[in-house]
């Protein structure tokens, strides 16, 4: 399902942020163990639980992004929420409980654009974690 870059979170967020580093879904995604897998320096495929790329969670892993990509982020007393503004247009920003979720929906949205794909298995989480019940993203253009 199509989902708006600005809502993801959770495993659904480092997935996306995951895909933009060049890891690729593994199929057979079960809400307990997601695998996505790269080749790496040597060709070889390396695949890992998402869970060990938690980029929304974790500086140490979203740092070199953040760093290469030249994000910022700052704190909003307005929306009581962290900004980080769009690099593709400084009229918008990304807003997140943290930092790092704000600099990483940016950084998703910059790769893969305003929506993304979730597997269907994961849309349970964005909508627990957003308490609302999401139905499939459609375009529009942006204002």
């Known amino acids: 399902m199509k989902i708006k870059t600005a809502v993801l979170i959770g495993l659904p967020l480092d997935l996306a942020v995951s895909q933009c580093q060049g890891y ?12 996505v897998e790269r080749k790496n320096a040597r060709g070889v495929m390396d695949p890992r639980p998402i869970s060990t790329l938690n980029f929304s ?11 290469s990509e030249h994000i910022g982020t700052s704190w909003s007393n307005l929306w009581n929420q962290w ?16 930092a790092l979720v704000a600099a990483m929906r940016n950084y998703v949205a910059s790769k893969l ?21 999401l139905e499939p993203a459609t375009s529009a253009p942006r204002a």
């Open 24 to 35: 690729e879904l593994v199929k057979g995604v079960t809400l307990a163990k997601v695998w």
């Open 83 to 98: 900004l980080s503004p769009d690099t593709r247009n400084a009229a918008f920003s990304f807003i997140g409980e943290t």
């Open 113 to 133: 654009g305003d929506e993304v794909d979730v597997p269907d298995e994961l849309i349970p989480e964005i909508e627990e974690q957003h308490q609302l019940e």
């Open 57 to 67: 969670r974790n500086p140490s892993l979203s740092q070199s992004i953040i760093e």
